[in-house]
Nanobody
Framework: QVQFVESGGGLVQPGGSLRLSCAASRSMFSIYSMGWYRQAPGKQRELAAVITSGETTNYADSVKGRFTISRDNAKNTVDLQMNSLKPEDTAVYYC????????WGQGTQVTVSS
């Protein structure tokens, strides 16, 4: 059973924007911190952004000032607004709890290239 479904990825030129969405199926969604993780080719998975149950946010230095994470507890969704995209943002993006407490979804591919 899929717990997280990511969507919104695609091909975008440098400097462009994308908005990713994550639909969560786990009950009591509102009590968990949620994160957007990413894995670039040849690199380890990293945490890009996190939002707590109290909606406190934190970001990796590489995305700070460009990405914004948000959540809608009524809809069990977590979004990631990505602006000023760079080629190094190219990765598969996943959502999960922080720390990860269950399996990973398929993720959504983000490719930043001219």
């Amino acid at each position: 059973q899929v717990q997280f479904v990511e969507s919104g990825g695609g091909l975008v030129q440098p400097g462009g924007s994308l908005r990713l969405s994550c639909a969560a199926s786990r009950s009591m969604f509102s009590i968990y911190s949620m994160g957007w993780y990413r894995q670039a080719p040849g690199k380890q998975r990293e945490l890009a952004a996190v939002i707590t149950s109290g909606e406190t946010t934190n970001y990796a230095d590489s995305v700070k000032g460009r990405f914004t994470i948000s959540r809608d507890n009524a809809k069990n969704t977590v979004d990631l607004q990505m602006n000023s995209l760079k080629p190094e943002d190219t990765a598969v993006y996943y959502c999960n709890t922080r720390p990860p407490l269950s399996g990973w979804g398929q993720g959504t591919q983000v490719t930043v290239s001219s």
